[in-house]
């Protein structure tokens, strides 16, 4: 079976500092990877995806992620944060399933 | 583009009470699930249909849970009775079909609390 962790319950940051939230999964298969964002009192929506390719994957809203196979891990990045991008972050896996497995996120806090 | 729409928002209930969430997907997305999300948790899947027939439902407590997708369109998700830790926002997610690797768009959730 596979899982997902995410180190980080909560991140606070300054606005416009570089932010990374830590991901890393657990699978006997090859995975897909993705990060999802939800606002308050949304729905998840879809940041970026990862399933071949480049291990360097951008996003929207400036983000991007890499994912690193020896280390299981696929950590997001953004190098100058906003106070919109205050949420909760969610890092997901698809074993081909078609279904995801998602960590138990990470609270993304932009202060001014 | 209509997104996936869910209802009720909010529901209150006693405990050993019935409720049933309602879910109508994007137009054409032929997969569909059903997620729960307790507080401080990540989204556990509990039902995956594609039309209207189930792909995985193995974490889908069956004893007090329920859920049917008929016409292969909307779905209701039936707890009956509920209990205290089934309070949780229920979200609903479409995707365009089984072999599309990719993104799933989800719904506002219905946000369940059982007294």
């Known amino acids: 079976a596979q899982s997902v962790t995410q180190l980080d319950s909560q991140v606070p940051v300054f606005e416009e500092a570089p932010v990374e939230l830590r991901c890393n999964y657990s699978s006997s298969v090859s995975v897909y990877l993705f990060w999802y964002v939800q606002y308050p009192n949304q729905g998840l929506q879809l940041l970026l995806k990862y399933l071949s390719g480049s291990t360097l994957v951008k996003g929207i809203n400036g983000f991007e992620a890499e994912f690193n196979k020896s280390q299981t891990s696929f950590h997001l990045r953004k190098p100058s944060v906003h106070i919109s991008d205050t949420a909760e972050y969610f890092c997901a896996v698809d074993t081909g399933r078609r279904a995801l497995t998602f960590g138990s996120g990470t609270r993304l806090q932009v202060q001014p | 583009e209509a997104g996936v729409a869910q209802s009720p928002r909010y529901k209150i209930i006693e405990k050993r009470q019935s409720v049933a969430f309602w879910c109508n997907p994007i137009s054409g997305h032929a997969t569909l699930y059903w997620y729960q999300q307790i507080l401080g948790q990540g989204p556990k899947l509990l039902i995956q249909?594609?039309?209207?027939?189930?792909?995985?439902d193995s974490q889908l407590p069956k004893d007090r849970f329920s859920a049917e997708r008929l016409k292969g369109v909307d779905s209701t998700l039936k707890i009956q009775p509920a209990k205290l830790e089934d309070s949780a926002v229920y979200l609903c997610?479409?995707?365009?079909?089984?072999?599309?690797?990719?993104?799933?768009?989800f719904g506002e959730g219905s946000r369940l609390t059982v007294l």
């Open positions: 249909f594609q039309n209207n027939g189930v792909v995985d």
């Open positions: 997610a479409s995707s365009f079909s089984w072999t599309n690797t990719g993104e799933l768009f």
